[in-house]
């Protein structure tokens, strides 16, 4: 990121105190304020509600009428289901045996699904085509359209220039933009009215959400909750001790919008964290174990037992890897090492020589092989702060983490024996040593 997470929490600590004083009603917008400037310091992800359109194609054009047009007629044709399973449409990119999975949307739906919910995967998938309706997405670029052509009004026009004011007293390098915050914040409103009328007679009797603070599925989770549907956000990451969207909530005097009204999560590590925070704000939180890894996957996984071999999980390379990771790989040529790519972000010809430090270096793409493989084939796990490191823990696998990042917000992990933090070369071998 172009800020690291520390700054960007002492940052909206600081502004949600001014926006406390000088804007009380502005609460509901901070997980929507905070995801956006999120996104904004990661450039590689889409913001979706905020971002500019691209309007310089007639194709474009021509998909945004069409949104439009099936935004506005969707009401004549309401939704009713017991149940809403909502994901992002990019998580859908595990190869299984009959195409492409959607791991946490999939389990959610095989342990509390019942046939006939209601499943919306929103946003674009550069794995494959967007599976199901694609109405959320539909709004979501109405929203941007609405947001750049209508004059933003208040409490969004003030939120935002409360912003640009607190940046510009000791942030600079934090580099959002403020009228495109507002815009975002318009767009907001304009999907929470939306959903609310789309949803008003016949809702749900609850939602579940993965990534709650999406900015396309923000508004949904505000809407519902105005309706009195029971929300529940499953984990579907790392939540770190310094994630400004899973931490450093205390001073809130209520539970805003579009915060959901239960949290699932993995393990007791993640549960303390959040509930430490959230039970003072009604929201429940439970843990109900990775749903990924349970069951048959686990069976087999204890029946593979451990491999010799070291996986290295790959993030967005190079920003997030770590050169030592390279160091230690020469210095142990007598080991296996496997280098995986994210599904998201690939390797170039030049990145994929540069990691080839020695013959028993392989470098495979999700689509090569399963990541519950590449598990089974490892002692050790390497990465960044990447998910995978905890997902590796869940398999009975060793972790290290290698980059800053992980130090202080992956803390809590760290015991010494499956669970490491590792710097240097020299580190990371002496961990290798030990297995």
């Known amino acids: 990121m172009a800020a690291p997470y520390r700054e960007l929490l002492d940052f909206f600590l600081e502004l949600e105190g001014e926006l406390g004083q000088g804007c009380p009603g502005s609460i509901d917008y901070f997980p929507v304020v905070r995801s956006f400037i999120y996104f904004s310091e990661r450039p590689t992800f889409s913001t979706a509600i905020g971002a500019r359109p691209n309007l310089d194609t007639v194709y474009r054009a021509l998909d945004l009428v069409r949104c439009i047009g099936s935004a506005a007629l969707q009401p004549l044709r309401r939704p009713v289901a017991r149940q809403l399973f909502v994901a992002p449409a990019r998580h859908r990119n595990v190869p299984v045996e009959r195409g492409l999975c959607s791991k946490h949307l999939d389990s959610l739906r095989e342990r509390y699904g019942d046939g006939s919910e209601l499943v919306w995967e929103v946003g674009d998938n550069p794995a494959g085509p967007r599976p199901g309706p694609s109405l959320p997405t539909d709004v979501a670029r109405v929203a941007v359209l609405n947001g750049r052509l209508r004059r933003t009004r208040d409490p969004a026009r003030r939120v935002a ?38 949803f008003r007679k016949s809702p749900p009797e609850r939602a579940f959400f993965v990534v709650y603070y999406s900015l396309r599925q ?218």
Request: net charge negative; aromatic share 10%; hydrophobic share 40%.
């Open 161 to 198: 220039e409360v912003a640009g004011q607190v940046r510009s007293r000791g942030w600079p390098q934090l580099r959002f933009s403020t009228v495109a915050l507002a815009r975002a914040l318009t767009g907001f409103d304009f999907a929470r009215r939306y959903y609310r009328a789309l």
């Open 218 to 435: 923000a508004p949904m989770i505000s809407a519902l909750n105005d309706l009195g549907v029971r929300t529940i956000e499953y984990q579907h990451g790392i939540q770190s001790n310094i994630h400004p969207l899973y931490t450093h909530w205390d001073h809130l005097e209520r539970r805003p919008a579009s915060m959901p009204d239960e949290v699932l999560v993995w393990d007791e590590v993640s549960r303390r964290r959040i509930a430490s925070w959230a039970e003072g704000l009604g929201m429940g939180v439970e843990v109900t174990g990775n749903l990924w890894y349970t069951g048959e996957r686990m069976q087999r996984a204890a029946q593979a037992g451990e491999g010799g071999g070291v996986l290295v999980a790959l993030q967005h390379y190079p920003d997030y890897f770590n050169p030592a990771i390279l160091d230690a790989a020469r210095a142990t040529p007598h080991l296996p090492w496997l280098f995986r790519e994210h599904p998201l972000y690939r390797l170039s010809a030049g990145d994929r020589k540069s990691l080839a430090v020695h013959d028993r270096v392989r470098i495979i793409g999700p689509d090569e092989e399963s990541l519950d493989a590449s598990l089974a084939r490892a002692s050790c796990c390497i990465t960044g702060f990447s998910t995978v490191g905890i997902e590796a823990l869940l398999y009975g696998r060793t972790a290290i983490f290698t980059h800053e990042t992980a130090r202080e917000g992956l803390a809590d992990y760290f015991d010494g024996a499956r669970c490491h933090y590792a710097e240097t070369a020299d580190d990371i071998r002496s961990v290798l040593d030990a297995l």
